[in-house]
């Protein structure tokens, strides 16, 4: 591994002898694009222990490639519209992006469905009584320790689907285009019409309709803010909305200002992977936006039924038979500490409740079996949930344990995060779906009639990716007695939605955990090995599968990095422009994706940008739903909007979501980039993004080239101590205390 002084481990920087790498000179002509990079923006990097941009909200949500500068996230900038029916290939088959639409829109059906099981629905602004003056009794119960608040919040016990005594027959869906519904024209030209006397640009009226709905005109004139729950807008605009529309009668303190600074608060935190904030967290956030009474506006969202209070319980200490007495002071310290209050939005806690209720029907209703073969196949034999971790190359074995499965006369099946990854294994000689097609229904087996996959044995690749919406929506497809492997390697960052399903289940200890054994081959395997267990080796690549190019600043790392792409990679380790991908921190900064695409563009396909700053032949992201990134090139536009080649189909991106939804591609996000493996990567960390770094963030960067892959390096030290200490911030979920609760064993 080719590395300038001081770039190993931070003991013996100066023994480090520099080696060669295949970087040309510096070509003066690149330079313009390197030079037009302003200074790190707001936010980016932000923030220790994460790739800055970083609390990535708009990564972790990440649809979004595709922020509009405003600083609200990538991802929300799509949620809950959906409008990219793709036009159609040729193949009959769903699009990735309608797949996951599809997906999104059957989890929102269901988590209605338990909404409306649990007690009725309270009338914003009534005499408080039943659930609502529960939860807000909750919050003040709790606060003041009288009481836990888990006792003001019971799931209700899950149904049970009875054995089916015969193999459920197989059902297959035909594909089914699914596209966003579309506004009335009234009700559109009502928001309009809304939206110009508050001087909020008319721009926003298909989005204000489709989700506010029918009566969007009406609620928006009595409730300005919620304009918040358009993706993309920001309290700020929505103050300035409702001055205008109601003047004098509002103000800081107005309850439904309050209420949608709350929900909005969650929706972003959501963003950032949380399921639930806890109630100092959300106090401060409201503070920031100018909330005169915090502890009244969670008290009143609360009471209104916007968002939900929990504290998970814990355990009683157990009795201390010592008889040497202690003190009042002695006595005080050796308590616990309360567990947090915690808030949430009943989307994310439905959520979470059905995926752990539905992991232990499956732990509960396997029948224990003896299965021969490796440790992974007579684990799975023997229990209904099986967590298997591993690298690349450990990939090869829950393939395997379907290919035995299938063999016994078991309905096997293999699911993947990404078109890439299933074409991978289908280069290897075993086949699989992505998961979002399987939950569609576009690819896999059919349904019984109550709805469960036809299915015995499921293997899920590449779990961590998997958040926690969707992993409920899986898992409540399964039959009882399936046997579910969640496979992938925690080392990885976490999934880019709500949630870290596969941490909070390897954490929770409640069933069989097997690390696999295979290391990753090369040079790469070794350095990124080293990586995940915090230590930055310097490794042999005769081949030059690793080369450190160290920059000064970072117009010479946009000037190198452009340089690498479009001559030195090709030309020294064969591999085209097309298939090497560039990763860096964050959107924003001198050298995030903002600036290194302005700079690709102007090297590898010039041009005016003359269909809304594309041209046919740019390499472009494509965000088709939030937490979901697919790359592909610009083929043409027409009036209905531009027209896209992603993974080896086509794809219709509107003109109104041109903007929101797209990105020029050639540089992603370590965030974005997960989950899909290139030949060739540059991994760009210029000065001011040390910040960003943690072991997360380059494992996965490092870790997405699979010939060669090249470091653009400017951070000096930070890469070392970034390995060796920077840890990710956690995420705040519920999925582990609800596990523990279900499947954990008394001796635990």
């Known amino acids: 591994m080719t590395e300038p002084a001081g770039e190993t481990a931070p003991e013996a920087p100066e023994a480090v002898a520099p080696i060669d790498e295949p970087v040309a000179e510096p070509a003066e002509d690149v330079r313009e694009g390197a030079e037009a990079t302003g200074p790190a923006e707001s936010g980016e990097p932000a923030g220790s222990g994460e790739p800055a941009e970083t609390a990535e909200a708009a990564e972790t949500g990440e649809a979004a490639e595709t922020e509009s500068e405003t600083p609200d996230t990538e991802a929300g900038t799509d949620a809950g519209e959906a409008s990219e029916a793709s036009e159609a290939s040729d193949t009959p088959e769903l699009s990735d992006a309608q797949a996951e639409l599809a997906a999104q829109r059957e989890l929102r059906a269901r ?34 320790g009288a009481a836990t608040g888990s006792a003001f919040y019971e799931a209700p016990e899950p149904p049970r689907r009875p054995a089916p005594e015969a193999a459920p027959a197989m059902t297959v869906r035909p594909p089914v285009r699914n596209t966003a519904p579309v506004p009335a024209p009234g009700t559109t030209a009502a928001v309009r019409e ?19 709905g029918e009566a969007a005109a009406g609620a928006l004139s009595e409730d300005p803010w919620q304009l918040l729950a358009v993706p993309g807008v920001r ?14 009668a509002c103000g800081p303190d107005d309850p439904r200002r309050t209420v949608a600074l709350t929900v909005w608060l969650l929706e972003q935190a959501a963003l950032q992977g949380h399921t639930a904030l806890e109630l100092q967290a959300l ?72 995926l752990a209720d539905g992991l232990a029907r499956l732990v509960r209703t396997a029948t224990a079996e003896t299965w021969e073969g490796a440790e992974l196949d007579r684990a799975a034999g023997e229990h209904g949930l099986v967590l298997h971790t591993g690298g690349e190359a450990a990939r090869a074995e829950p393939v395997a344990l379907v290919t035995a499965a299938r063999e016994r006369g078991l309905r096997a099946l293999v699911a993947v995060h990404s078109e890439d990854g299933r074409r991978a294994l289908g280069a290897a000689g075993a ?67 709500a949630g870290r399903v596969f941490t909070d289940a390897l954490a929770a200890r409640v069933c069989p955990r097997i690390a696999s054994r295979v290391p990753d081959p090369g040079p790469l395997g070794e350095l990124v090995s080293g990586i995940g267990v915090g230590e930055l080796h310097q490794v042999e690549a005769p081949g030059k599968e690793v080369v450190i190019v160290p920059v000064r600043d970072a117009g010479e790392a946009v000037h190198r990095t452009v340089q690498l792409v479009a001559d030195s990679v090709p030309r020294a380790i064969g591999v085209p422009s097309e298939q090497t991908q560039v990763v860096t921190v964050g959107h924003g900064g001198s050298a995030g994706t903002r600036a290194l695409n302005a700079a690709l563009k ?50 219709l991106v509107p003109k109104d ?19 899909t493996r290139w030949p060739a990567v540059v991994a760009v960390l210029p000065g001011d993004a040390a910040a960003g770094l943690s072991r997360a963030w380059v494992y996965t960067a490092f870790g997405r080239a699979e010939r060669h892959l090249s470091v653009v390096h400017g951070v000096d030290q930070a890469l070392a101590r970034a390995v060796a200490e920077g840890v990710a911030p956690e995420r705040t979920t519920r999925l582990r205390p609800l596990l523990e609760g279900l499947l954990a064993t008394p001796e635990e």
């Open 602 to 651: 102007q090297r590898l396909n010039p041009g005016p940008g003359r269909f809304g700053g594309y041209d046919p032949g740019d390499r472009v992201a494509y965000a088709p739903v939030p937490g979901r990134t697919v790359t592909g090139t610009v083929v043409s536009a027409d009036a209905e909007g531009l027209r896209l080649r992603c993974e080896y189909e086509d794809v």
């Open 431 to 497: 086949d699989a779906v992505t998961v979002a097609t399987l939950l569609s229904g576009a690819a896999g087996p059919g349904r019984d009639e109550e709805g469960a996959f036809a299915l015995d044995v499921l293997a899920v690749l590449d779990a961590p990716q998997l958040d926690v919406e969707t992993a409920a929506m899986l898992v409540e497809s399964l039959p009882d007695g399936c046997r579910l492997v969640l496979s992938g390697d925690p080392e990885v960052l976490g999934a880019p939605g």
């Open 283 to 354: 106090r401060a956030g409201l503070a920031r936006l100018t909330v005169p009474d915090p502890d009244k506006a969670v008290e009143v969202a609360v009471s209104e039924g916007a968002v939900l209070v929990f504290q998970e319980e814990q355990e009683e200490p157990a009795e201390d038979t010592d008889t040497d007495e202690e003190g009042p002071a002695e006595a005080e310290a050796a308590e616990e500490p309360a567990a947090p209050v915690l808030l949430g939005l009943d989307r994310y806690a439905l959520a979470e409740e059905s």
């Open 194 to 212: 809304v939206l110009a006397r508050g001087g909020a640009p008319e721009a926003l009226a298909v989005q204000v309709a489709a989700v506010l």
């Open 235 to 248: 309290p700020e605009q929505a103050d300035g909305f409702a001055r205008a529309l109601l003047g004098s």
């Open 111 to 144: 988590i209605e469905a338990r909404k409306a099981e649990k007690e009725g629905p309270v009338a914003s602004g009534a005499k408080l009584s039943g659930t609502a003056a529960d939860l807000l009794a909750a919050v003040r119960a709790v606060e003041g």
């Open 657 to 675: 979501r041109v903007e929101s939804a797209l990105r020029h591609g050639w540089a992603l996000t370590a965030h974005q980039a997960a989950g």
